[in-house]
Each structure stands twice: as C-alpha cells, then as structure tokens.
C-alpha cells in the first residue's frame, strides 16, 4: 500500500537467459556427475522492486528443470535484499535509488551446482502522483507530486511515469536526452515486463509549454490540458534525432498541440501514433529547416480552428510527411497544408483517411516555390470509399518559381455541393505534373481545374465524372502543356465536358478509350497555340450537344486526330466543329468515319471554317 493505493503484484514475462554448463550427449550416456554452474541475465529499471514467479524465474528456460535450495533475505554485492524459493520463483528488491548492476548466486538442490545471477538497472523510473499526501523521493512507493520534482532528479535515459490522479497534475516538463514520459494510457513495461497495466490516460495541465520534448524521448500515455500555448514542443538543434508521441491526447485550447522544428544540417524524425487533436489551432505543426521524417497514423482530430496538419520546410533538404488512418471528422476546415520552398525535396502521403472538410480552406493543400520539389499522393488503397466535402476546393495544389510539383490521387471518391475537386495551378515558370487514377467525382462545380503558367503535364485515367457542371478544366497560359485523359466516364455534365482554353506555347491533348454521354459538348478545345495538337481515340462521344467535339484554334499550326471513335447527335447539330481563323499556317485533320454516323444530318460529321485541310497532319 502507498499514497492510498493497493499496490498491484507485478506480472513478470521476461526473457531470462539460462545458461546450462552441460554439453549435448546421447540418449544411452551417463549423466553428468559433479555441479552443474549457470547463468540468468536480466535487464531491469531502477527505483521498482522486481518480483519474478516460476514460470519467469530463475530455472525457467532449464533444459534439464531443476529446483533450487530456498534463501531468504540474502544480500546481494551491490547491497539489495533477494528471496530465492525452490521452483525458481524470487523477489528482489534493489538499494534506495541504486542504477548499475547486481549480482548474487543461488544454488542447485539436485547437485549442487551454483547459479550467477546478473540484473542489469542502467536507469531509473521516477514516479509522479498529483494524489499523492506528501511529497515522496520518486519511487513507486513514494512518488513525487509535481512534475518539477522528477524533471531535477531524472538523468537522461530515464523514465517518468505520470500516475491517473483527479485532478490532473498542474506544471510542465522539460524532457532530457533519451527520456521517456509515460502515463497510464498505456501499458509501463520493461523488457516485457508490465510494471503498471493500461487504463486511463494520466493528465497535465498546464498554462504554458506542457512538454519539451528531448532527443530520443518518447511520449505515451497522456491527456494534455493546455490553456495558452503549445502543448508538446519538439526543437532539436544539428544533429537532432528522433521523438515519438503514442496514445497522447491534445485538448490545446485553440492553440497548437504539437509544435516541431529543426535548424539547418538537423535531422528530425517525428512519429505520432494513436493520438487525439481536439479545440486545436494547428493539431501538428511544423516549421523546419533541416532534413524531417514525420509520419502520423492511427489519429483523430477534431473541432480545431486551423490545419490539422501544418508542415513547413525551408533549405536544401529532404524530408518526408506520412499521413495514414487518420480521421477528420465535418466540421474540419483544413486536414493539410504542405509548403515547401527553396532547395526543399518533400514527399508528402495522404493514406486512407476518410475526411469531410469545412467550409473556406482546402481540405489537402499543397505549394511548391523557389527550387524545391514537392510530391504530394492522396490515396486509398483499399479501393473504396474516400469522401472529401467541403465548399473549396478539396485538393490544391500550387507550384511558383522554377519548383516541381506531383501531385498522384488514387482510388478517390471525392463529393462536393459547389465546389471544385482538385485544384492544380502552376505559375510562370514552374513545372508541374499530375496523376489521377481510377477516382470518383460527384456532385460538384468542376472535377479537376487547372490553370497552368509554367510547363504542366496531367493524366486523368479510368476516373468517373458524374453531374457536374464541368469534368475537367485547363486553363492555360504560356509554357508547354499536355493532358491526358485515359478510360474515363462522364455523364450528366452540364456544361463542356473537357473544356481547354490557352494563349503560346505548345498544347498536346489526348483524349482516350473516354464515354461521355448525355453531356454538353464532350470537347471543347479553345486554343490559341503556337502549335496544337489533338487526339480523339477509341471514345464513345453521343448524346452531347449541340456539338459533340468543338475546337477553335485561331494561332499556329495544330494537328486534329480522331480515330476509332463514336460520336454524332441527331438533332440537327454537326458532330464536329472546326473553327479556325487568323492563320495561313491552318489546321490539318485526319477524320475516321464514325462508328455511328449522325444519320440525321448525312455528310455532316465535320463543318470547318477557315483554313482546315482533311488529310494527314504532317507537322
């Protein structure tokens, strides 16, 4: 019994290594004669006493199985007390705040032979207890009961364990080297060993910084009440090294609850696992210079007024962000944002996390400037249903200067009232490329808008566009562009289905093995190039109107392919428009016959005006 409370029987389940001075011998061999001498290893934590049962004591693992001679109250080298029963069973208990190691010896009952025992204690657990009547020495008999007592007596390395206590204990902690905090929302164990068992999560409030986290710590366990700033701060100055954050709760008072950053030349490594962000402003937020590996999984964040996950980075480094089986649940206003600038080289994942966004941000935000390279994928592997809501566009994606941005969206379905589903700009000079695969878009304003600047190159491939007022949108400016789109289905698009506009440069446009039904025009292709081109390949184009294809291309040379394809109406409307003016350069066009003619209005699958010549493109 300490503080009030039963102290529970600890539950052994270590790995004790028995070392048997016998050697293999035939089944018809005598047995050895004379003692047999052994070994047990093991590995503690100082300042809790170690109670070890048969199963986990010192004959277990025996190949032979013996029983030892029963000792009590022996003394060990370093001055601890130890009871050895027969079966192996023992208790040991260490000298008051004793790190090191400890030997004693124990003996055989059937030969005498004599047992070494080692137990390894390079570091101590220091216990915190708000419950606590008085103020104790840290051990788990006689905790402390302010978080201030354990931060001076820790040395780097140890543990402090956080016990449950109403109410929560009040203060902060600055966490040395290698130090792990741990409440009781976990298991505390030690090489196997459960000291403390899983229940509820220990609480600290604080008004200020509630942890500063060290190189090396790890944060288990714990529910952060934090009223005015940041509740868990990671600062790691070169070489840095890595924190990890599981089963840790955040209720941050509309502030950050995680904060991270790293100078230049540092290398931070960053894993949160099984937490909660609640009344956040930013849940985790990120602003480093240096090289970071960040991976989240397993986490909730709810009701927070920012991001949920804010990263930043700056300088020549490289550095990844993970985002797995997480949830947003509605009322999140933005799940990330993601910059990169300068020479940064960033990976950003998005995996298999169900969100509905708010209203006014972008769910998933991305930017790219200077000349890093930022390569964002939101995906659902399991190839069912990811639902993205929201009033904004719910992917964005933004890429300035002379920077790279990719951005890949697998295994979609992404729904919206008013909205635009994926956002993708790249301005003068940038280079931008993006992949959409096997996506579902519903409901919405436009699927996927671009405004290109700078050089940008997308596939859209077996998507599904269904009643929206656009599928597809590019809106080009300067620099060379190409879209493609591969295997994919529209319907019930109200306006243009595929709509291209664009000034200079060069446009490539392929439109593939596509069904675009009960549409508006299936294309329009505005165009005002140095040089074009367009193909129209294996596409099922009917019931689109009043102009199944309409291209206008008024600048430079451009080359019109269509193959394979149906298309026609019959209502008295061409199936293709070519209008072009303004140019002795003209438009060449090669025209398969349709599958199905427009039987309405024969010989009028195409009406040009200007200089267009039916033949091979020849450019």
């Not at 140095?530 to 309409?550: D, K, Q, R």
């Amino acid at each position: 019994m300490f503080n009030g409370r039963l102290v529970q029987k600890i539950s052994l389940a270590f790995v004790a290594a028995v070392l048997c001075a016998c050697t293999a011998r035939e089944d018809d061999a005598p047995p050895p004669v004379g003692p047999q001498n052994f070994v047990v290893n093991y590995s503690w934590i100082g300042n809790v006493d170690l109670a070890a049962d048969a199963a986990h004591g010192l004959v277990a693992g025996a190949v032979d199985g013996f029983t030892l001679v029963p000792q009590t109250a022996v003394t060990t080298t370093a001055g601890g007390v130890v009871t050895v029963l027969a079966d192996g069973a023992f208790n040991y208990s260490a000298p008051h705040l004793f790190t090191g190691t400890d030997t004693f010896t124990c003996v055989r009952a059937d030969n005498g032979g004599v047992g070494t025992v080692t137990i390894s204690m390079l570091s101590r657990a220091w216990f915190v207890d708000a419950d606590a009547l008085i103020s104790g020495d840290g051990t788990i008999n006689e905790p402390f009961d302010i978080l201030a007592a354990a931060e001076a007596a820790s040395l780097p390395g140890d543990t402090i364990v956080v016990r449950n206590a109403t109410p929560a204990v009040v203060g902060s902690i600055a966490l040395k080297a290698n130090q792990t905090l741990i409440g009781e929302g976990v298991a505390f164990e030690r090489a196997g060993i459960t000291i403390i068992p899983a229940g509820t999560k220990s609480g600290i409030t604080s008004a200020g910084v509630a942890i500063t986290a060290a190189a090396g710590c790890s944060i288990r366990g714990l529910e952060l009440l934090v009223g005015t700033t940041t509740g868990l701060l990671i600062d790691l100055p070169a070489p840095g090294g890595s924190v990890s954050v599981d089963s840790v709760a955040f209720s941050a008072n509309t502030i950050a609850g995680v904060s991270a950053a790293c100078d230049t030349g540092t290398a931070l490594t960053l894993a949160l696992t099984n937490c909660q962000f609640t009344d956040c402003n930013d849940g985790v937020s990120m602003a480093t210079v240096g090289a970071s590996t960040v991976t989240l999984g397993n986490t909730s964040f709810l009701n927070n007024i920012g991001t949920d996950v804010s990263a930043a980075w700056i300088g020549n480094s490289s550095s990844s962000l993970a985002i797995t089986a997480c949830t947003f649940p509605s009322g999140t206003l933005g799940a990330l944002t993601a910059t990169a600038a300068d020479a940064a080289a960033v990976n950003v994942t998005f995996d298999d996390c169900p969100l509905i966004g708010g209203p006014g941000m972008s769910p998933i935000s991305c930017s790219a400037a200077g000349t890093s390279q930022l390569v964002l994928m939101v995906q659902d592997s399991g190839l069912d249903t990811m639902l993205f809501e929201g009033a904004d566009a719910l992917v964005r994606c933004d890429a300035v200067g002379s920077a790279t941005l990719t951005t890949i969206i697998v295994g979609c379905t992404l729904a919206a009232q008013s909205s635009t589903g994926v956002i993708l700009t790249s301005s003068s000079g940038a280079l931008a490329a993006s992949w959409l695969d096997n996506c579902t878009f519903a409901g919405m304003q436009t699927g996927v808008f671009a405004a290109a600047g700078g050089a940008w190159n997308a596939t859209i491939h077996n998507c599904s566009f269904t009643q929206l007022q656009a599928a597809v949108i590019l809106a080009r400016q300067s620099g060379n562009h190409g879209l493609i789109i591969d295997g994919c289905t529209m319907t019930g698009i109200a306006g243009n289905s595929v709509l291209v506009t664009g000034l200079g440069g060069h446009m490539a446009l392929g439109l593939l093995n596509t069904t675009v039904t009960g549409s508006g025009a299936a294309l329009a292709f505005l165009d005002q190039s140095s040089t074009s081109a367009l193909t129209v390949s294996g596409c099922t184009l009917v019931n689109n109107g009043p102009i199944a294809l309409n291209a206008i291309h008024s600048t430079g040379a451009a080359c019109v392919n269509i193959s394979g394809t149906t298309y026609g109406r019959n209502d008295g409307f061409p199936s293709v428009l070519m209008l072009q003016n303004n140019n002795s350069v003209g438009v060449s066009m090669t025209l398969s016959p349709p599958t199905t003619p427009n039987t309405a209005m024969p010989g009028s699958q195409i009406f040009a005006i200007g200089n267009v010549v039916n033949g091979p493109c020849g450019n």
